[in-house]
C-alpha cells in the first residue's frame, strides 16, 4: 500500500506539519490501520473510507492510538484527494468523523494554491486545577514563566488540550516536555496534549504564538503546527482575551518555529448564541509516498 505524505499548513515541503494519507482505506481494520500509522511514524496518518452519511469518512491515527479528529490530518486528507485526483469539484463536502459531521470548503486560489476550509466541533472548556509549578517543570520551563492574566484551561474543538498562557515568546526557545509526567498532572482529563501560547508572535500577522506537546499515549512528542488545537486557541481568544468582539473574529496562530517547522492556520470565530462557530483555514503540499506492507 501507498501511503501518501503531506505537510500540512505550509505550502513548502518540510514545514508545517506532516502527516500521511492512505486512500481507499475500506478494506482495512482498525488494528491494521493502527499498524500502519506506528509503522510510518507520523504525529498522525489519516484514511480516508466511504461514508454512507456524508461525502467522506475519515479516521486518524497517531503512532500509539486513534484520534477522534485531526486538524492537520484532514488538511492532508482532503489535499490528497484532489492532488491524487480522486476529486475534483470544488465546493463544500461533509466529512464524516468520530467528532461528528463537519463541513469542509475548498477552493482553488488565483496562484493555483488549494485553500481548505474545516469545521470544527462545538468548543468546550474545562479548568485545570492541577499544580502549576508541576505543570511548568513538566514543560521545562519556570512558573514565574506562566502568565497570570488569563487562565490554564483544558479545551476542545473535538479533541481535549491543555491551553497554557505564556507571558514572552523567548520562553518557548527553552521548552523541554517531559511527556510521561503529563497524565499525574492533568488529573481532570489524564490523556489531554499540553499547549502553550502567548501573543507575542515573529510575523507580525499572526495573533498568537504556540507549541504543541503530545499526550504519551500518542506515542509522539512534538506536534509541529496543530490544527484542531489552533481552532480551541480561537475559541480561548473569544471567550478569554478578546470577548467584545463583534460577530466575526480571524486570527493567525504561528507554530513550529522552534523545531524548524514553521506554519500558519487561520482560524475564524462565528459569535453564536450561546457559544462559537470554529473554523480553521489551511493548505498542505505533497512530499513523497512511502510504501508500507502489512501481515494479513
Known amino acids: 500500500m501507498q501511503v501518501y505524505r503531506y505537510d500540512a499548513f505550509s505550502h513548502v515541503p518540510n514545514r508545517g506539519n506532516p ?11 482498525g488494528d491494521e490501520m493502527q499498524e500502519i500509522a506506528k509503522a510510518v511514524g ?12 456524508a461525502d467522506i469518512r475519515l479516521r486518524y491515527f ?5 484520534m477522534n479528529l485531526c486538524g492537520h490530518g484532514t488538511m492532508a486528507a482532503i489535499y490528497a484527494l484532489y492532488d491524487q485526483h480522486f476529486w475534483t469539484e470544488m465546493g463544500e463536502m461533509r466529512v464524516e468523523t468520530k467528532a461528528g459531521i463537519l463541513t469542509v470548503k475548498t477552493e482553488r486560489l488565483d496562484h493555483g494554491q488549494l485553500e481548505i476550509t474545516m469545521e470544527q466541533a462545538t468548543p468546550a472548556f474545562k479548568l485545570f486545577s492541577g499544580s502549576h509549578l508541576d505543570l511548568a517543570e513538566a514543560i521545562g520551563i519556570e512558573i514565574d514563566d506562566l502568565s497570570e492574566e488569563w487562565p490554564i484551561m483544558y479545551g476542545s474543538t473535538g479533541v ?7 507571558k514572552n515568546r523567548e520562553t518557548f526557545q527553552k521548552m523541554k516536555p517531559d511527556n510521561a ?10 490523556r489531554a496534549s499540553v499547549h502553550p ?10 495573533t498568537m504564538h504556540a507549541r504543541h506537546f503530545s499526550s504519551p499515549f500518542s506515542g509522539t512528542i512534538e506536534d509541529p503546527v496543530t490544527g484542531t488545537a489552533s481552532g480551541v486557541m480561537g475559541a480561548y481568544y473569544a471567550t ?11 486570527i493567525m496562530v504561528e507554530q513550529g518555529t522552534e523545531v524548524g517547522r514553521d506554519g500558519k492556520v ?20 505533497y512530499v513523497e509516498s512511502i510504501g508500507v506492507s502489512i501481515q494479513r
Open 19 to 29: 502527516a500521511g494519507v492512505l486512500l481507499e482505506a475500506d478494506k482495512l481494520t
Open 42 to 53: 507520523f504525529n498522525e496518518t489519516a484514511f480516508v473510507l466511504q461514508s454512507d452519511i
Open 62 to 66: 497517531t503512532p500509539g492510538h486513534e
Open 160 to 166: 481535549w488540550t491543555l491551553l497554557v498562557p505564556i
Open 181 to 190: 509526567r503529563f497524565p499525574e498532572i492533568l488529573k481532570e482529563i489524564p
Open 197 to 206: 501560547f502567548c501573543l507575542e508572535t515573529i510575523d507580525p500577522k499572526a
Open 240 to 250: 478569554y482575551i478578546s470577548p467584545d468582539f463583534k460577530n466575526q473574529l480571524n
Open 266 to 285: 487561520i482560524v475564524h470565530v462565528h459569535k453564536r448564541e450561546a457559544t462559537y462557530e470554529i473554523k480553521i483555514t489551511g493548505t498542505a503540499v
